[in-house]
């Protein structure tokens, strides 16, 4: 079984797991809630945290310190 997008290239966008963690629960939860838009067009995830992960991939949602 294949996960999407895999832990490597999301390490390459965000530098620690916990940071990646903490970003994508946080992220979640706004689409969950419905305070936050989706910005990807096609997610290939039905749930939240998967379309949370899908954002941090294509590099249009980010931690900045």
């Known amino acids: 079984m294949m996960i ?3 832990i490597d290239s999301l390490l390459e966008k965000v530098n620690s797991t916990y ?3 903490t970003l994508s629960a946080k992220r979640a939860r706004q ?3 419905g305070t936050g ?3 990807v067009e096609h997610p290939r ?11 941090i991939n294509a ?5 900045k310190n």
């Not at 590099?59 to 931690?63: F, P, T």
């Open 45 to 55: 995830s039905d749930k939240a945290i998967g379309q949370a992960l899908e954002e």
């Open 37 to 39: 838009h989706l910005m």
């Open 59 to 63: 590099g249009l949602l980010y931690y």
């Open 4 to 6: 999407y997008p895999s």
């Open 31 to 33: 689409l969950q809630d």
């Open 19 to 21: 940071t990646l963690v």
